[in-house]
């Protein structure tokens, strides 16, 4: 299992739009993969903008279906760029282990 993290920064006014857009497109889309095992999208303000946290839990294989060969490259929405002030062009991947 690989965690992918990815961020994305608004502004506050945009902020509510690309958090729509996130949760009614672009993670129901991630679902879809084999291997996909759910994300988290964490938020806050720092220095008057939005900062997004994805993180996503998935196989390598599913990062590779969703990413392409080139998996650290950032996939950005098409919509994304309008709500979005500067973003990752790379994810940061880890390899997750259980504690249970």
């Given at each position: 299992?690989i965690?992918?993290?990815?961020?994305?920064?608004s502004?506050p006014?945009?902020?509510?739009?690309?958090?729509?857009?996130?949760?009614?497109?672009?993670l129901?889309?991630l679902?879809?993969?084999l291997?996909?095992?759910g994300?988290f999208?964490?938020?806050?303000?720092?220095?008057?903008?939005?900062?997004?946290?994805?993180?996503?839990?998935?196989?390598?294989e599913?990062?590779?279906?969703?990413?392409g060969?080139?998996?650290?490259?950032?996939?950005?929405?098409?919509?994304?760029?309008?709500?979005?002030?500067?973003?990752?062009?790379e994810?940061i991947?880890?390899?997750c282990h259980?504690?249970?």
């Open positions: 299992m965690a992918r993290l990815w961020r994305g920064y502004t006014e945009k902020a509510n739009g690309y958090r729509v857009i996130l949760l009614r497109e672009i129901p889309d679902n879809k993969s291997g996909y095992d994300s999208v964490l938020k806050r303000q720092i220095s008057g903008e939005i900062e997004f946290l994805i993180i996503t839990l998935e196989s390598m599913a990062v590779r279906q969703f990413a060969p080139k998996y650290e490259r950032a996939v950005i929405h098409e919509e994304a760029p309008a709500f979005l002030t500067r973003y990752d062009t994810s991947h880890y390899l259980e504690n249970k």
